[in-house]
């Protein structure tokens, strides 16, 4: 059985820029969260996604967005990058049906803003 | 809003020794899950043992175990006969338990761990 799949591994962008990243869950995993990892501020909640719907949020700038598809895979966009928001990015899949559920990581993106 | 503390930022061990890794938190939630993940190199978080808070029976996993002390709000993980595999960082979690979003952690800052040979 497949993992969790992200992509891609590293992304090097300018200020200003937009990007998006990929992460593919488990098969039937139907919940996809996102954290972001910095040496400052450690891991972060970004947001969770299940069935398509977004059902939590964490503390972060409306630059930061995100989807799930119908297949449950699920995207992270984040507009006008800035350099703070150099970090690893980390996608984690879970059944998503009910509480006990363990969450499965992927390697996460690496994201550098240059 | 729950908050975990890590406070020894790296530990070493030799090989084949025991370490203990300390974890405090902070909650008001009576029901919530506590977890221990590793991060290897490779980056990729994997977890190594969890806790429901409601079971006073402390979690165990091969040459894993945790001491959970729950009205000290504190959790700590031994590892056993330590391995040069067990080099990473170690990240202490919280969850709360029936928010219907169940899969927001909130992390320690980490712990880096090297097993010396």
């Known amino acids: 059985k497949a993992g969790v799949t992200q992509t891609p591994r590293y992304l090097i962008k300018t200020r200003g820029q937009q990007v998006t990243l990929s992460c593919s869950p488990i098969?039937?995993?139907?919940?996809v969260s996102w954290y972001q990892q910095t040496p400052g501020q450690g891991l972060q909640f970004l947001f969770e996604?299940?069935?398509?719907?977004?059902?939590n949020k964490g503390n972060f700038p409306g630059r930061f967005s995100g989807r799930q598809f119908s297949n449950s895979r699920s995207e992270m966009n984040v507009s006008t990058l800035e350099l703070g928001d150099s970090a690893l990015y980390l996608c984690?899949?879970?059944?998503?049906?009910?509480?006990?559920?363990?969450?499965?990581f992927g390697s996460g993106t690496q994201l550098s803003v240059l | 809003a729950q908050t975990v503390t890590q406070s020894q930022p790296e530990m070493s061990v030799q090989e084949a020794e025991t370490v203990t890794l300390s974890c405090t938190y902070d909650?008001?939630?009576?029901?919530?899950?506590l977890f221990w993940y590793k991060q290897p190199p490779s980056r990729q978080m994997i977890l190594v043992i969890r806790?429901?808070?409601?079971?006073?029976q402390n979690a165990t996993e091969n040459r894993f175990s945790v001491n959970f002390q729950k009205a000290a709000k504190s959790f700590s993980l031994k590892i056993s006969d330590s391995q040069l595999g067990d080099t990473a960082m170690y990240f202490c979690?919280?969850?709360?338990?029936?928010?219907?979003?169940?899969?927001?952690?909130?992390f320690g800052k980490g712990i880096t761990l090297s097993v010396r040979p």
């Open positions: 984690a899949s879970s059944l998503g049906g009910g509480t006990n559920e363990k969450l499965f």
């Open positions: 098969s039937g995993h139907r919940s």
């Open positions: 996604y299940f069935s398509e719907t977004q059902r």
């Open positions: 909650t008001s939630e009576n029901n919530y899950y």
């Open positions: 806790q429901e808070a409601y079971k006073q």
């Open positions: 979690a919280f969850m709360k338990q029936n928010t219907g979003a169940n899969s927001k952690l909130t």
